[in-house]
């Protein structure tokens, strides 16, 4: 995989562009200014530039299309605007421009749903991790007792913002290395990286990192610290601009790991064919390979659509970020070791597979199946891909404290090499009704389902 030449990380955050659009007095009213919406409404765009595009021409040609340029990343020759022209992306072209704000979102299957977060206080004090089967499969207790990981690995949990104040994740978050990226440009303003609507992106922290105390839960890796970076609006959307600002931001903060427990809206499967979505493809494409050539690795969910993702629509088509080459995508498991129901699943695409849990059928509790980790206010069970994801980021967290220095080639290869292989299903009726529910291609050592199989914690500080 290429590496791109290090560019200064100054570089990154450029300046605003002031420059307004505004027709001259003595303008002819039918002529090619910029003509604002009636409803004065400003929308948002992702801008993709030819190679070698420096600032100053990127941001020219922006404001001579009646756009606004929020930032410039001139290490991919990315850009974010807004405009309140809705000419802006025939003016761009529609090849180079594209606005999600603008594209009515699919509906998305959530797991998680709150109207707002509570600060942590008054947090239980009781020790809860003999509830967290999840650990067990991985072997997470026994890595404890050889290390907890180091200070000096960073993950980077681009998620919905995490509550800084829970007893479980206080001393891990590190404000300085956190950042909000509603906007497409990093606010490192502690508001813009808090959890305002969702408990989601606490509970991704909690599994890669909630502290060892005697107390609450313990994550894979709670020596090491996290980075909350805030890509989920209020909305629970993640536009492909907060998807390339919150991979640019842990590429200039040097993270160590990035876990996105998402995929891209507004499509489950984004392909080249087709104006926007190619924008959309290219421009975080673009976001995640110079992440990677920053020595950065980056893990996302495989979904929870259920879906074959070696098998999409289009060949140019990717759930994105999971789909993209250079990043670890991961399918979940139940407590049985077996796909869950709702999990994504594809050969070639998926790489590995760790416990994200399934809702129990029968008496008593049914989320006794599912993962149990922080949120605002106290803790939760939570299941889907965006539960497994977290296990792996904090098993490469352990692997990158043993192995300081390791590239993100080798940090994959040896997770890959120390998972545990779990064989395709005999049978994968999991309603009873005689039908298969999905079909596990490959074989023992690296299939659809599971990849290269479960990844191991104590494995990963031992071998």
Same mark, same amino acid.
């Given at each position: ?19 307004? @659009? ?25 801008? *993709? ?7 100053? =021409? ?19 020759? %990315?850009? %974010? ?12 072209? !529609? ?11 699919? $509906? ?14 008054? %947090? ?13 499969? &991985? ?15 960073? %993950? ?5 913002? &995490? ?64 980075? +909350? ?23 200039? =903060?040097?993270?160590? &790991?990035?876990?996105? +427990? ?10 080249? $064919? ?26 996302? !969910? ?10 999409? #629509? ?6 994105? #970020? ?7 995508? *991961? ?5 049985? $070791?077996? $796909? ?11 790489? *590995?597979?760790? /416990? ?18 922080? *949120? ?6 939570? @299941?889907?891909?965006?539960? !497994? ?18 590239? /993100? ?55």
């Amino acid at each position: 995989m290429p590496l791109l030449r290090r560019v200064r990380a100054a570089a990154v955050l450029t300046a605003v562009l002031t420059t307004t @659009c505004a027709l001259p007095a003595a303008a002819d009213p039918t002529d090619d200014g910029c003509k604002p919406a009636s409803s004065g409404n400003t929308s948002r765009y992702i801008v *993709v530039f030819d190679r070698g595009t420096s600032t100053a =021409k990127a941001q020219s040609e922006i404001a001579d299309a009646c756009g606004v340029t929020t930032v410039y990343y001139p290490e991919i020759e %990315v850009a %974010v605007a807004t405009s309140n022209d809705p000419r802006f992306t025939d003016q761009m072209g !529609a090849d180079r421009a594209f606005s999600a704000q603008r594209t009515t979102p699919r $509906k998305r299957k959530t797991e998680e749903t709150s109207t707002g977060v509570r600060r942590s206080t008054n %947090v239980s004090t009781a020790d809860r991790t003999g509830e967290q089967w999840d650990m067990a499969m &991985i072997n997470a207790p026994a890595a404890h007792e050889i290390t907890t990981g180091n200070s000096d690995v960073v %993950v980077g949990v681009l998620d919905s913002g &995490i509550d800084a104040t829970h007893p479980d994740l206080k001393a891990a978050v590190d404000p300085t290395v956190s950042a909000g990226c509603l906007t497409g440009r990093p606010d490192t303003t502690p508001a813009a990286w808090a959890p305002k609507n969702s408990p989601h992106g606490t509970h991704v922290a909690g599994t890669i990192a909630a502290a060892d105390d005697g107390k609450g839960v313990t994550g894979v890796a709670p020596g090491v610290r996290l980075a +909350s970076v805030r890509v989920v609006d209020d909305d629970g959307r993640i536009f492909p601009e907060y998807a390339v600002c919150g991979f640019m931001w842990a590429a200039q =903060k040097h993270m160590t &790991i990035t876990n996105s +427990s998402f995929f891209v809206d507004p499509w489950l499967f984004t392909c080249t $064919k087709g104006g926007g979505q190619s924008v959309a493809q290219e421009a975080l494409t673009r976001a995640v390979r110079y992440a990677y050539s920053q020595r950065v690795v980056n893990v996302a !969910a495989a979904t929870n659509e259920n879906v074959d993702m070696a098998d999409p #629509p289009d060949p140019s088509c990717r759930v994105m #970020p999971a789909g993209l080459r250079d990043v670890l995508a *991961v399918s979940s498991v139940g407590m049985d $070791k077996l $796909k869950a129901g709702y999990s994504a699943y594809g050969l070639g695409v998926v790489d *590995v597979t760790a /416990p994200g849990g399934e809702r129990l059928r029968g008496k008593g509790d049914p989320d006794r199946g599912c993962v149990l980790s922080t *949120v605002p206010g106290g803790y939760a069970r939570y @299941c889907g891909t965006s539960m !497994a994801a977290p296990h792996v980021s904090g098993v490469l967290a352990l692997l990158a404290s043993s192995h300081p220095g390791a590239s /993100p080639a080798a940090l994959t290869r040896m997770l890959n090499n120390q998972s545990q292989t779990v064989p395709c299903p005999a049978d994968y009726d999991l309603n009873g009704t005689g039908t298969q529910d999905a079909y596990c291609a490959g074989y023992a050592p690296y299939n659809g389902f599971y990849g290269h199989g479960l990844v191991d914690a104590l494995a990963a500080v031992t071998n």
